[in-house]
């Protein structure tokens, strides 16, 4: 009988200390505090070592700690959800929760973004992200959001895009003959290959490296953090300083499921993403110049370029697609201070 009394009194001693760990909010190990777990597949383009891929993965770390694994992200590297056009039709339809992508190539969505395709566009970094960030990046996430796709930040600043060739490249006359890759999906991108004097090849990314090692292209242009990561240097011979591109990466969910997550969960999840953000495009600009030295140190010869020449020769491309987006908009994005 006085182990019956005792065991009934260890119960309510059991029962009190749940109760007060469940007052005081601490998590028991294991538990899924506040609700069930949300589990997000974020696909990406980049391949594993990547600054994007990196980030990924800091964000998944961060977000599961800051809302106590009720909302957990599986990083998906290197295309296996698809390339960027199927990551992105994806979110549209909801069957990718998350993606990882440039912001550009939402002009399949939003046909006004096809303006951020044009090379030679911007002043510098800050012209960009105070159009991106500003009234027009507004604007451009507002239809988007129509569309299901929510921007959580656009701040995954990537590297300045250049030319990886098996010969030189120059200027536009010594880029007769160079077949080139181009993201698939992206019309503008072949006008402006061919008015810079290349062939274009348009191809998915995940079909990249193969492509150049096989000979169905001759070129790619990238930033040197995804040729090196990448291993794409190890196919080529010359990278031709082109500088013909600046863009940003954006971090999306699906409308629907942001919505389906408890207010303070979506909002841990868009301020970190911008917290992570920050530190990528660190991460990526601050690389650059080893990257160089360690590509060349294995063969590879950077060469100056005429940016003059390549710049000339794209304006007829702005004309041609000028009423793609109209001249008072493209104006508004060469005007923005």
């Not at 005792?6 to 469940?22: I, K, P, Q």
């Not at 538990?31 to 800091?58: D, F, N």
């Not at 995940?206 to 930033?223: H, I, N, R, T």
């Not at 953000?277 to 100056?304: A, Y």
């Amino acid at each position: 009988m006085l182990l019956a009394k005792r065991t009934t009194r260890a119960g309510r001693w059991s029962l009190v200390l749940f109760a007060g760990v469940m007052i005081l909010g601490v998590s028991l190990p294991g538990a899924s505090w506040g609700g069930e777990t949300k589990v997000a597949k974020l696909g990406l383009i980049a391949p594993v070592g990547h600054p994007v891929q990196q980030a990924s993965e800091r964000l998944a770390k961060l977000v599961a700690e800051r809302t106590q694994n009720r909302l957990q992200i599986q990083v998906y590297p290197g295309g296996t959800l698809g390339g960027e056009i199927d990551l992105r039709d994806g979110l549209s339809l909801g069957t990718v929760q998350m993606a990882g992508i440039g912001y550009p190539i939402l002009n399949g969505i939003v046909k006004e973004m096809e303006v951020l395709n044009l090379y030679y566009l911007w002043r510098d970094r800050s012209h960009m992200m105070k159009v991106i960030n500003g009234p027009i990046g507004a604007e451009f996430n507002q239809q988007l959001r129509a569309k299901n796709v929510e921007v959580l930040t656009a701040n995954w600043q990537q590297g300045t895009r250049q030319t990886l060739t098996k010969r030189p490249a120059r200027n536009p006359k010594e880029f007769n003959g160079i077949k080139i890759r181009v993201t698939a999906g992206v019309p503008v991108y072949i006008d402006l290959w061919q008015a810079m004097g290349a062939i274009t090849v348009p191809l998915p990314f995940p079909e990249l490296y193969s492509a150049l090692q096989q000979g169905v292209v001759d070129a790619v242009e990238l930033p040197l953090d995804w040729m090196y990561n990448g291993k794409f240097y190890k196919l080529g011979k010359h990278i031709d300083l082109t500088s013909h591109f600046v863009y940003t990466n954006c971090v999306l969910v699906n409308t629907g499921f942001l919505q389906s997550l408890p207010a303070d969960v979506q909002k841990i999840l868009r301020d970190t993403t911008i917290e992570v953000g920050e530190w990528q495009t660190e991460l990526v600009l601050g690389q650059e110049k080893d990257l160089r030295q360690k590509m060349e140190s294995e063969g590879i010869t950077f060469l100056e370029t005429d940016v003059e020449a390549f710049r000339a020769a794209v304006q007829p491309v702005y004309k041609k697609w000028e009423s793609k987006w109209g001249k008072e908009f493209y104006d508004r994005i060469v005007n923005t201070r």
